[in-house]
């Protein structure tokens, strides 16, 4: 069995179409979960109770403060899945790297 050739132009292309979508995920991610202290402390401020983790438990419990975990997961999702696509095609330039040295070093040894 011997493997598909590598075209590190080909990995390059995909690093550079996605870089501004991890890019965009990343920065999605990150507002998110900073948003989230916010959606806390305004969720916190509509309930009447007085005591702190009686309102507390009132914004976590909030159906608004559980979309926007949902939202928090589905961008992690996507990050990652982008991180890591990134992430392959930066190690398939790497692996051809050393399979063109390779291949040099034994073009060298049977001259």
């Avoid at 309930?47 to 961008?75: F, I, M």
Wanted: hydrophobic share 40%.
């Amino acid at each position: 069995m011997s493997a598909k050739p590598i075209d590190p132009n080909k990995a390059v292309d995909f690093i550079l179409a996605n870089a501004g979508k991890f890019s965009a995920a990343k920065a999605q991610r990150v507002y998110l979960e900073e948003f989230r202290k916010s959606k806390k402390a305004m969720l916190m401020g509509e309930c009447t109770e007085k005591a702190v983790n009686a309102r507390e438990q009132y914004a976590y419990a909030h159906p608004d403060y559980q979309v926007l975990l949902t939202g928090l997961k589905e961008a992690i999702e996507i990050e990652e899945t982008l991180k890591w696509s990134l992430t392959a095609a930066q190690i398939r330039v790497d692996i051809w790297r050393s399979q063109e040295a390779s291949n040099r070093g034994q073009d060298r040894a049977t001259r």
